[in-house]
C-alpha cells in the first residue's frame, strides 16, 4: 500500500467516525502538530505519541463538521500530503477551509511518524472562539 493510500484510509476513518483505524496507522512515537509552539485552537495543541493523539479527536468533538472533502493527495518518498476542503458550525457560526493540508512523514514500516496541519491558523482561532 502506498502512502497516499494511507492516507486516504485515514480519511475516510475519519469520516466514518473510526478514530481507532486512524490510530493504528500512528507510530507510537508520533509527533502530532509539534511545530505549534502556541496553538491557534485546542485540537492544534502540540501531542506527542499515539495515544496523545486520541486528545486531538477529542478536542474536535464540539465541531460539526458539514463537510468533509478531501481533494488532492501527492507523495514524494517518506512524505504524503493531503487537502481536504471543510465546512464545520461552532457556537451558532459557520467556517469554511477549502485547503485544510495535513504533511504526513511515514516510516519504514509505514506507520505515520509526524502529521502537521498546513492551514489557516486564524480562521482555527476564530472557530474555537466563536468569532
Do not use: C
Not at 478514530?19 to 485552537?41: F, G, M, N, P, R
Not at 493527495?73 to 504524503?80: I, S
Not at 486564524?122 to 472557530?127: L, P, Q, S, T, Y
Amino acid at each position: 500500500m502506498s502512502n497516499v493510500d494511507t492516507v486516504k484510509e485515514m480519511y475516510e476513518a475519519f469520516g466514518g467516525g473510526d478514530i481507532a483505524a486512524i490510530l493504528d496507522k500512528l507510530d507510537e512515537k508520533v509527533e502530532w502538530d509539534t511545530q505549534y509552539e502556541s496553538a491557534a485552537a485546542p485540537w492544534l495543541e502540540p501531542r506527542r505519541g499515539r495515544e496523545s493523539v486520541a486528545g486531538f479527536f477529542e478536542a474536535l468533538a464540539p465541531l460539526q463538521f458539514t463537510k468533509f472533502e478531501p481533494h488532492t493527495m501527492a507523495a514524494d518518498g517518506t512524505k504524503a500530503v493531503g487537502v481536504i476542503h471543510i465546512q464545520a458550525d461552532h457556537k451558532g457560526k459557520h467556517y469554511v477551509i477549502p485547503n485544510e493540508g495535513h504533511l504526513r512523514t511515514f516510516g519504514e514500516d509505514s506507520k505515520v511518524k509526524s502529521d502537521q496541519h498546513m492551514t489557516d491558523t486564524a480562521v482555527h482561532w476564530r472557530m474555537a472562539n466563536g468569532q
